[in-house]
């Protein structure tokens, strides 16, 4: 637990959370910021940060809170959608430093767009080169 992390304090509950799901090593709560009402995160309740950091195993398990949340979402709001979103690092937008993971129902005409501009690659071999410099770090 890091004492200065928002997200561990909702952990040992010493600041108010408005919990869905809980378990022995993760937690899912309401955001307080929702983008579309029904916003969930799910985090490890160990602190961890970045995405990096977290042991394959745990970040599994997240991943299935995520999941299931989703269909919770689908099936008890009827969202006609669900975005699953995580940011690591401010450039990133990340604003909470604990690894989180965003789950947001979608509703037909909801009025929320994300805001991102996409960016082209010069040439194919650029993106290749791209690529290739991914693979090699994959492979270390």
């Known amino acids: 637990m890091n004492a200065d992390c928002v997200f561990c304090r909702i952990v040992a509950r010493s600041l108010p959370a408005t919990v869905v799901h809980e378990d022995d090593e993760t937690m899912a709560f309401m955001d307080i910021h929702p983008i579309v009402k029904g916003h969930v995160l799910v985090i490890p ?3 961890h940060d970045p995405i990096t950091d977290v042991p394959p195993p745990l970040l599994h398990r997240v991943f299935g809170v995520v999941q ?3 269909a919770a ?3 008890g709001l009827q969202a006609d959608g669900v975005n699953v979103f995580q940011a690591n690092g401010a450039a990133a937008g ?3 430093p604990h690894v989180h993971v965003h789950v947001i129902p979608r509703f037909d005409g ?3 767009r994300w805001n991102w501009t996409t960016v082209a690659y010069a040439s194919a071999e650029e993106s290749a080169a791209v690529a290739a410099r991914i693979r090699d770090a994959l492979e270390r």
Request: glycine residues 6%.
């Open 110 to 112: 909801d009025g929320h």
């Open 45 to 47: 309740k160990a602190h």
């Open 73 to 75: 979402q689908l099936r």
């Open 68 to 70: 299931r949340v989703a």
């Open 94 to 96: 990340q604003v909470v």
